[in-house]
């Protein structure tokens, strides 16, 4: 089981937002709400080595960019099965719009276990986030980004990509080629990327 100190982690985290663009999406009308969701799941290791659903977990939007899941971060936990749903609304957050140069975060309720996924539809793509207008209120829309999967895998992902200076779907790749899992990159946004893998 890989064991990341959540020093490393923070290191890892300032040196890609470094290189994050800017993303997001324009407002079709200048009245309209959007509502984003993105579901997101987080899984870890047993004693036994078993993967299993991280409860009770804090799970956000890391907003301030800090590496941790603060206060005035977009906010969330994890239920028994291990998933939470971030949400927010460009009228909450009109800076942030669809969050995609931001990292979402996963702490553990006693902090020992941290886990981060950049938040980056260009993986994301392939699940295309779908738009539902809401009829009882013509100016308000959701936005579906999709499935993240937050794990000990995408931890070691995001550091050799920071280290090697890669996009995170290219550093994916690169570990997929020298560990042989069989899980495609764009797994990490739409199917659970399974750390009995390594």
Same mark, same amino acid.
């Given at each position: 089981m890989i064991k990341l100190t959540h020093?490393?982690?923070a290191v890892a985290i300032g040196i890609t937002l470094t290189a994050c663009g800017g993303g997001g999406s324009s407002e079709t009308q200048a009245n309209q709400v959007t509502r984003y969701t993105k579901q997101v799941t987080v899984e870890t290791t047993s004693t036994s080595n078993d993967v299993v659903? =991280? !409860?009770n977990a804090t799970v956000c939007l890391d907003i301030n960019r800090d590496g941790?899941?603060?206060s005035d971060d977009i906010l969330t936990s994890t239920g028994s099965s291990g998933v939470a749903t971030l949400a927010w609304t460009s009228e909450?957050?009109?800076d942030i719009k669809d969050g995609t140069s931001y990292n979402i =975060? !996963?702490?553990s309720s006693d902090?020992?276990?941290l886990y981060v996924l950049p938040m980056d539809l260009t993986a994301a793509a392939a699940i295309s986030g779908a738009t539902t207008r809401d009829a009882s209120a013509p100016s308000a829309r959701t936005v579906d980004l999709g499935s993240a999967y937050l794990t000990p895998m995408t931890n070691l992902i995001v550091i050799y990509a920071a280290v090697n200076n890669l996009p995170f779907t290219t550093a994916a790749s690169h570990i997929q080629s020298q560990i042989s899992y069989t899980s495609q990159t764009t797994d990490l946004y739409a199917n659970s990327l399974r750390t009995r893998s390594i």
């Open positions: 020093l490393s982690i659903p =991280l !409860a941790l899941c603060a909450t957050h009109a =975060l !996963a702490q902090n020992s276990e």
